[in-house]
């Protein structure tokens, strides 16, 4: 294999071509490491479609059985199943061949029903984008415009010394033929039409900038961008050129009999990558919370997301949303049960019917509040981490405390970003 020679193989010309076809419907994929802003992204470029009256369908893909992105991308109002253009592929991944003959039953029901303007697939973090561009290589309907590899800029700076780490790490994966993290970053990037780097706000000017000259070798021939919170236009991705599969013809062939199942899996097969799903009604105590929060964060808790609420903030539902060394924490609506409780709540009548009756499906201790989170990462730290999440919920004597008028600590900021 010529993987010493990686930026080199990239020029290489595949003979087999797509026959042209100017009626199909351009598709953009935004790929990307767990926790890189692909949804934060999504919502932008949605929110942008909606404003220019543009079409769209959606298709998001989660490999936890909690499906956070696909709740939030519905929460947009821009896509929904009922309308037949979002899907949501959970417990699975579009890196494997049950995930693309997924992803092919979608988009033919999708197109059976609805024609749009263009089509968004947001990869699982622990996908390989190969079996997807092969999938769109030869699609009779479909036109792969662009291939977004989002690269978390704050991660790269800190677990692999500013990006300049990534490639010799890759490069000695190669020569001892293993298949780690390392790859799957690299790859994401060497198979991308446009490299963004992400999070760009966090670090210096002069920091991103070397973090894109470390890793741009790796694909030489795209731009690198570096956005924040997903600020990227959607009226210039849809003027680039389409995807160039002739770019890439080697680097398919070489890699199409290795990438056969998703690449989170291989990676658990070396024990590197696992995902646990947390689910429980009780409430998080804050201050057990912000103590493990700080304790396990580092390399080996790669991601995690979901739903929680607090007892001290008992109306909302908020999101959890970590990666690597960092978190953030989002107010993304009111649990039914906070608003029917709060005496001003000013409802109607028919409004508070409608509030209770979906309070009641919900069955739980405490209403529809609930917190449930993923975790995701290297399987002993997700293991220490997943015992300790788990005990930081309120215990059965917090719980009476709490409910007879109790304040806990809270060391939680007071001013929270509002998901739009």
């Known amino acids: 294999m010529a993987w010493s020679q990686f930026p080199v193989i990239l020029g290489i010309t595949l003979t087999h071509r797509c026959p042209v076809n100017m009626n199909r419907i351009p598709v953009i994929i935004i790929n990307g490491f767990l926790g890189a802003g692909k949804t934060t992204l999504m919502k932008n470029l949605l929110t942008q479609a909606n404003r220019n009256h543009l079409a769209v369908s959606v298709i998001v893909n989660d490999m936890s059985d909690l499906d956070v992105d696909g709740v939030l991308i519905a929460n947009t109002e821009i896509v929904n199943i009922a309308n037949n253009n979002f899907v949501s592929i959970t417990s699975d991944s579009i890196s494997s061949q049950s995930g693309i003959k997924t992803v092919d039953k979608a988009?033919?029901?999708?197109?059976?029903?609805?024609?749009?303007?263009?089509?968004?697939?947001?990869?699982?973090?622990?996908?390989?984008?190969?079996?997807l561009i092969k999938y769109l290589q030869t699609h009779e309907r479909l036109q792969l415009k662009s291939l977004l590899s989002l690269v978390d800029t704050v991660m790269l700076n800190d677990d692999y010394n500013g990006g300049k780490a990534l490639i010799p790490a890759f490069q000695e994966n190669l020569f001892h033929g293993k298949r780690r993290i390392?790859?799957?970053l690299?790859?994401?990037?060497?198979?991308?039409?446009?490299?963004?780097?992400?999070?760009?706000?966090?670090l210096s000017f002069d920091i991103v900038t070397d973090v894109a000259k470390a890793i741009h070798p790796l694909n030489p021939y795209v731009n690198v961008i570096a956005v924040s919170w997903g600020n990227l236009k959607l009226a210039e991705l849809l003027t680039l050129p389409d995807y160039d599969f002739n770019r890439v013809?080697?680097?398919?062939?070489?890699?199409?009999?290795?990438?056969?199942v998703e690449e989170a899996k291989i990676s658990a097969q070396n024990g590197e990558i696992i995902s646990r799903v947390i689910k429980d009604d009780r409430p998080f105590h804050p201050q057990r919370l912000w103590e493990t929060y700080h304790y396990f964060m580092g390399m080996g808790i790669y991601r995690s997301k979901g739903f929680f609420w607090l007892p001290g903030?008992?109306?909302?539902?908020?999101?959890?949303?970590?990666?690597?060394?960092?978190?953030?924490?989002?107010?993304?609506?009111?649990?039914?049960?906070?608003?029917?409780?709060?005496?001003?709540?000013?409802?109607?009548h028919e409004e508070r019917s409608v509030l209770q009756k979906k309070v009641n499906k919900t069955m739980g201790r405490f209403g529809d509040r609930r917190c449930h989170l993923t975790i995701i990462g290297r399987s002993d730290e997700v293991h220490d981490f997943t015992s300790a999440l788990i005990n930081c919920f309120l215990s059965e004597e917090e719980i009476v405390?709490?409910?007879?008028?109790?304040?806990?600590?809270?060391?939680w900021p007071v001013n929270i970003s509002r998901l739009n």
């Not at 013809?249 to 056969?260: A, F, H, K, Q, S």
């Open 107 to 131: 988009i033919k029901n999708m197109l059976r029903h609805y024609l749009p303007d263009v089509i968004f697939v947001e990869t699982s973090g622990g996908s390989h984008p190969l079996p």
């Open 182 to 184: 390392e790859n799957l």
């Open 186 to 202: 690299a790859e994401q990037i060497m198979f991308c039409s446009t490299l963004l780097l992400t999070k760009k706000d966090r």
């Open 249 to 260: 013809g080697l680097l398919i062939r070489e890699l199409e009999d290795t990438i056969t």
């Open 313 to 348: 903030r008992p109306d909302m539902a908020l999101l959890w949303n970590q990666a690597a060394g960092s978190i953030n924490l989002e107010f993304i609506s009111y649990w039914n049960s906070g608003v029917l409780a709060d005496p001003d709540n000013h409802l109607t």
């Open 401 to 411: 405390w709490w409910q007879s008028g109790g304040v806990f600590a809270d060391p």
